[in-house]
């Protein structure tokens, strides 16, 4: 049986200038490449840390959604901090976003240029494919 690998992208995946798509669907799983507080043409917007964060994740939503998938259905996330100062307020935005079972996660801080407080990446399974429990 051979594997399909799709690149799937809609009007609303945000786009950017930089070299990398937004997502690569091998299967039934989907890796998203690192989502930013950008707008639709990929600027960064710069905002407070929370107000990044959730542009982030709202990114990253809009990709997932694309791909055929959602938040509910990320499996791992790989997230990246200016400052470690905001460890705390990720935490709490975070559970916002993401509930039990929770994702696999790793973060790293005090790694991003001075231009964004937050990034985030993940790997996810299609939501018409599998059952979360």
């Known amino acids: 049986m051979k594997t399909s690998v799709t690149y799937p992208k809609d009007s609303n995946t945000p786009t950017s200038h930089l070299p990398f798509s937004p997502a690569v669907r091998v299967g039934d799983l989907i890796f998203v490449s690192g989502q930013a507080s950008v707008d639709a043409t990929g600027k960064i917007v710069a905002d407070t840390f929370e107000g990044e964060f959730r542009r982030s994740v709202e990114n990253l939503r809009k990709v997932l959604e694309s791909a055929g998938s959602?938040?509910?259905?990320?499996?791992?996330?790989?997230?990246?901090?200016?400052?470690?100062a905001n460890l705390g307020r990720y935490n709490e935005l975070?559970?916002?976003?993401?509930?039990?079972?929770?994702?696999?996660?790793?973060?790293i801080t005090n790694c991003l240029p001075i231009a964004l407080h937050y990034e985030?990446?993940?790997v996810a399974v299609a939501k018409d494919n599998v059952t979360v429990s």
Request: aromatic share 12%; hydrophobic share 25%; glycine share 0%.
């Open 94 to 107: 975070y559970r916002e976003y993401f509930s039990q079972p929770l994702p696999a996660r790793t973060t």
């Open 70 to 84: 959602d938040l509910q259905h990320v499996v791992q996330t790989r997230n990246y901090l200016r400052d470690d």
């Open 120 to 122: 985030i990446e993940c």
